[in-house]
C-alpha cells in the first residue's frame, strides 16, 4: 500500500494539515527545488572530502536495541554531538585495522548533529520561508530546532531502519510537540528505502524510551521499556519525489529497510520541537549546551 502526495499549488493545504493530524505523516511535494538539492549534495561531498576521523571516533550506527547500547549509547562522541557535525559509519566499512574497505564517500551512514547551526547553507533550508510557513500552519508559537542529520542510505549497504519512534529519543512533556521534517535529496522509492509509516500509531503514545544513566556509570545511555512488535501489513510505504519533505510527528512508527538497490538515498532531516509549555527531559540524550542552546525556527 503507498501513501498519497500532494499536488495543490498551495506549499501546505488544510487538507495537508489534517491528513498530518490524522495519520501522524504527510508528504508534501516541491519544498526544495533540484538545484537546491544539488546544492546541499555537492556540499556535503565538500564535508565528507574534509573528514579526518580519529581511529576511536569509528562508530558504527544501528538501531538495533542491544547494538545501540554497545555502539551508540556507550560512544562519547555519539552522545556529545549534538553541538558538532559528526560522522557515523555503515556496518562493514572499516577493516580490522581501521581503514576503510569501501570508498569513504559510501562509507557513511550519517552526518550529525548541527549542520543547521554551523552549516549555511543547511541553516539556510532549515529556517526558509516554508518550513517557518509550515510551523506557523500547525500552530507552532515558538518552535526550536533540536537536531539535523544528512542520511546517505547508501547503495547496496544502506542498512535498515528498525520501526521506532522518535519521541523514545526525543522525549517531552506533554508529548506530541516534536516533528520531524525529512527532505528527500534525490528520489526516495521503495527500491532504495523510503520510509514506511503506521497511520494513526502517533496517537498511542510511546513504549520505549532511550535516556542518559548517571554520571560515572556505563553505558552512557539505556533504553526503558521495549519496542513493540508491529504487523507488517499495517505499514504504508511514503515514497517521496526528489524536493518533497515529509512531516513524521514524534509518536507516529515509522521505519525503512535496507537499501539494496544501485541508487542512493540522500537525505536531509531535522527536528523541532514546540517550546511553548514544554518541557524537554533532562534524561535525553540530546541536550542543548552553552555553545548551542536550541535555536529558534522563527527569524525576525
Same mark, same amino acid.
Given at each position: 500500500m503507498v501513501g498519497c502526495? *500532494? *499536488? &495543490?499549488?498551495?506549499?501546505? #493545504?488544510?487538507?495537508?494539515v489534517q491528513k498530518y493530524k490524522e495519520d501522524g505523516f504527510v508528504v508534501l511535494d516541491g519544498l526544495l527545488s533540484s538545484q537546491e538539492c544539488d546544492e546541499l549534495r555537492q556540499r556535503m561531498n565538500e564535508i565528507v572530502d574534509q573528514m579526518d576521523v580519529p581511529e576511536h571516533c569509528r562508530t558504527t550506527f544501528t538501531t538495533y536495541h542491544h547494538e545501540q547500547l554497545k555502539t551508540q549509547g556507550s560512544a562519547d562522541y555519539f552522545i556529545t554531538s549534538g553541538d558538532k557535525i559528526r560522522f557515523f559509519f555503515e556496518k562493514g566499512v572499516f577493516d580490522d585495522? %581501521?581503514?576503510f574497505k569501501v570508498p569513504k564517500h559510501l562509507s557513511l551512514n550519517k552526518v550529525g548533529h548541527a549542520l543547521h547551526a554551523y552549516e549555511p547553507l543547511y541553516k539556510k533550508v532549515t529556517? &526558509?520561508?516554508?518550513?517557518?510557513?509550515?510551523?506557523?500552519?500547525?500552530g507552532l508559537v515558538s518552535p526550536v530546532i533540536l537536531q539535523s542529520m544528512y542520511i546517505f542510505k547508501?547503495? %547496496?549497504?544502506? %542498512?535498515?531502519? #528498525?520501526?521506532?519512534?522518535?519521541? #523514545?529519543?526525543l522525549h517531552t512533556e506533554p508529548l506530541g510537540r516534536v516533528m520531524g521534517l525529512w527532505i528527500a535529496l534525490e528520489d526516495a522509492t521503495v527500491n532504495n528505502g523510503c520510509l514506511w509509516f503506521i497511520p494513526g500509531s502517533h496517537r498511542s503514545g510511546i513504549s520505549r524510551r532511550m535516556v542518559r544513566t548517571p554520571k560515572g556509570t556505563f553505558p552512557l #545511555?539505556?533504553?526503558? %521499556? *521495549?519496542?513493540?512488535?508491529?504487523k507488517e501489513d499495517t505499514f504504508v510505504a511514503a515514497p517521496v519525489p526528489k524536493g518533497g519533505v515529509v512531516l513524521i510527528h514524534g509518536e507516529v512508527v515509522h521505519r525503512s529497510a535496507e537499501n539494496i538497490s544501485e541508487e542512493s538515498r540522500h537525505v536531509y532531516t531535522f527536528h523541532v520541537m514546540e517550546a511553548l509549555d514544554t518541557r524537554w527531559s533532562p534524561?535525553?540524550?540530546l541536550q542543548p549546551t552553552e555553545e548551542l542552546p536550541f535555536p529558534p525556527?522563527?527569524?525576525k
Open positions: 502526495c *500532494r *499536488r &495543490s499549488m498551495d506549499f501546505m #493545504t488544510d487538507r495537508d585495522q %581501521g581503514e529556517h &526558509s520561508a516554508k518550513v517557518q510557513g509550515i510551523a506557523k500552519k500547525l547508501q547503495p %547496496g549497504i544502506g %542498512g535498515e531502519v #528498525t520501526a521506532h519512534q522518535d519521541a #523514545t529519543f #545511555t539505556d533504553f526503558i %521499556g *521495549r519496542e513493540q512488535a508491529y534524561d535525553n540524550w525556527l522563527y527569524t
